[in-house]
């Protein structure tokens, strides 16, 4: 290829596809100066890579290794939290934090929450949908995509609903710090007060759920304590926090980035309210299309050979799965959205070891809200033609997504 793109380029923020696509037909396996990574674009080379033992996801020291003397002050107590999210530890230790959870996040565990999340839908579709038959615009994330998450997450936790607003602040702060790779204004500072924060409040709910047990997410992480894997308090602290921040702006990403691509087209609009039982297999396709999780960074843990070029120790690799997703080689008609796609085997949830604990809540999320949203609002439009995206590269999100409608039932 004869010059790097740019990934901070505001083109390439606004529409990354063009660049994927140019990536993955001249230069699959990328080195790319300004983000001193590999950036691997194939669907074939993301998923092995995904399942390669030799990639690490240990990011945290090389970064602590790296960082100022003064960033390193900022950022010790949250570095103390992550270093204990499952995320960011290779085996064996991500198999014991990720086994004190595993069984509750099963698909059929996650079903039984059907009901309340239902509610939880109709709450928020109510709030926003205007009195009187006046149907307002809305900013569909404010109102919808970013409480929801939250609301569900905190019933899991068993965590008062004045709490909501908190939690949402942090996980937000705590955003630009793991998932932004450039420099914002207080980062550290914001990413150290949420994490001073979200310890304090975290021990206190687990304090509060020892002495009155629940039929929650916190009791059940709790009975692990006492087996010979349990977790111990800081790492039942931490699992708390990557569950908010893991759960919270994914899958309102998902809702925003869905509904968006949904209104684009039209006609698969009217196919869902003609045929709900389509609801799943778009679900899918939006996670395809435009993913919440655009690419995962992970190192090289040992030198390695990957679609042909050679990755050192130490390098950062940049997996991008939303390209992964636009491979013509295994999507037929990779850039038309298809609520109907077959054999849509898409991996915006990740694969191997570290694939998502959460995917079975967020589909659910997802189907739910779609159906309500189609029965209880008809004529929805888009009012944001154009939308801001956010300026990262790990995940995929808009600023805003302003839509109006017709109340209906
Ligand atoms: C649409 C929404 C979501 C997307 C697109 C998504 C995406 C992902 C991806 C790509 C990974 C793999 C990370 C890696 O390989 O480095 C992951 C891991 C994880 N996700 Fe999700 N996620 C979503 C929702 C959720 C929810 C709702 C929860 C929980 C409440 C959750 C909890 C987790 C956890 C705990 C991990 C770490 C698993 C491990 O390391 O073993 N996620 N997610």
Redesign the pocket.
């Known amino acids: 290829m004869e010059t790097a793109p740019d990934l901070n380029h505001p083109d390439f923020i606004a529409d990354p596809h063009a660049v994927y696509c140019r990536l993955r037909t001249e230069e699959p396996v990328h080195w790319n100066p300004s983000l001193r990574g590999w950036v691997i674009t194939r669907y074939a080379d993301v998923s092995k890579a995904?399942k390669d033992p030799r990639l690490s996801?240990a990011k945290l020291q090389p970064f602590l290794d790296h960082a100022a003397p003064e960033t390193h002050r900022k950022v010790e107590r949250v570095s103390a939290v992550l270093a204990n999210?499952?995320?960011?530890?290779d085996p064996p230790r991500?198999e014991r934090?990720?086994k004190a959870?595993a069984k509750y996040?099963m698909p059929q565990e996650v079903a039984r929450l059907r009901p309340l999340i239902l509610q939880r839908v109709e709450e928020l579709i109510e709030g926003f949908r205007g009195r009187d038959r006046i149907a307002p615009p809305v900013d569909f994330i404010k109102s919808f995509a970013s409480p929801l998450?939250a609301r569900?997450?905190s019933d899991?936790f068993g965590i008062p609903k004045e709490r909501i607003g908190d939690l949402r602040t942090w996980s937000e702060n705590l955003k630009d710090f793991v998932a932004l790779a450039r420099a914002t204004p207080n980062k550290y500072d914001r990413a150290k007060a949420a994490a001073d924060e979200m310890v304090a409040f975290f021990r206190e709910t687990l304090h509060d759920h020892r002495r009155n047990p629940r039929d929650d997410l916190t009791s059940r992480l709790l009975e692990a304590e006492a087996g010979p894997e349990g977790l111990s308090e800081d790492e039942m602290v931490s699992?708390l926090i990557?569950?908010?921040f893991?759960?919270?702006e994914?899958?309102a990403?998902?809702l925003a980035n869905g509904l968006y691509w949904l209104l684009r087209n039209p006609a698969s609009v009217e196919a869902l309210r003609r045929n709900r039982s389509l609801i799943p297999g778009a679900v899918e396709e939006m996670?395809r299309y435009e993913?919440?999780?655009q690419t995962?960074?992970?190192i090289a843990a040992e030198d390695l050979q990957l679609g042909g070029a050679d990755i050192r120790r130490g390098e950062r690799v940049f997996?991008a799965?939303n390209s992964a997703a636009r491979d013509s080689a295994v999507f037929p008609d990779p850039d038309l959205f298809k609520i109907d796609r077959s054999n849509n085997r898409h991996?915006?949830?990740?694969?191997?070891?570290?694939?998502?604990?959460?995917?079975p809540?967020?589909?659910l999320?997802?189907q739910i809200a779609f159906d309500r949203l189609l029965s209880r609002l008809s004529g929805i439009r888009l009012e944001t033609h154009q939308p801001v995206w956010h300026d990262e590269l790990v995940t995929r999100s808009m600023e805003r997504l302003v839509i109006s409608y017709d109340i209906a039932a």
């Open positions: 995904l996801v999210w499952m995320v960011f530890n991500h934090l990720r959870l996040f998450p569900v997450i899991l699992t990557l569950l908010l893991a759960g919270h994914t899958t990403s998902l996670l993913g919440p999780a995962m960074t992970w997996l799965l991996i915006a949830f990740g694969l191997g070891i570290h694939f998502c604990l959460g995917a809540l967020a589909r999320e997802a």
